[in-house]
């Protein structure tokens, strides 16, 4: 097993084009890499953040041990709408949120992508959405939002119920 290497800036895939990688590798190598202790360095590489399957990738990204891994972990978590977005898209929305919550290590758009717009400077509130729940040690397959008795927010997930309130 490797350890992650924070000083290569690409170290899965050095001269590999994610945008030509096939769907199965982008859908399931965030799988392996967790199971191989490689997570952070799928978490550094920019071409996989740009090409990937974001939602895989945020269902392992909590077992990145390093400071980036974790950084770009924080990152995808703040950022759902690039799941659904393109690579250039992707890009400018990382760029965003990176500037907002004064993350340093967004991935740079790869190749000659023309990003959609470029982040100089973002001020906001401090975000309060983000919680952990605690639950079920396996990731879930579907969750739900429902209102709880007590008039408060609750989040109901394949089979079990989280307890604990959001909000």
Not at 137 to 160: K, N, S
């Amino acid at each position: 097993m490797n350890a992650p290497s924070p000083e290569r800036s690409s170290p899965v895939g050095e001269e590999r084009d994610w945008a030509a990688a096939p769907e199965y590798v982008l859908r399931s190598l965030p799988e392996h890499a967790a199971r191989a202790g490689m997570i952070d360095d799928v978490l550094g590489e920019d071409g996989f953040l740009l090409h990937g399957d974001l939602v895989q990738l945020l269902a392992f990204a909590d077992r990145a041990v390093t400071e980036r891994g974790r950084n770009r972990a924080l990152l995808l978590s703040l950022t759902p709408a690039a799941a659904d977005a393109g690579p250039a898209e992707r890009a400018a929305l990382f760029a965003v949120t990176a500037a907002m919550e004064d993350i340093a290590d967004a991935p740079a758009p790869v190749g000659r992508a023309a990003v959609p717009y470029r982040v100089a400077w973002a001020r906001t509130r401090p975000r309060t959405e983000v919680t952990t729940l605690d639950g079920e040690a396996d990731r879930a397959t579907a969750v739900c939002v429902f209102e709880g008795d007590d008039g408060r927010p609750r989040l109901a997930g394949a089979g079990y119920t989280i307890s604990q309130g959001m909000g």
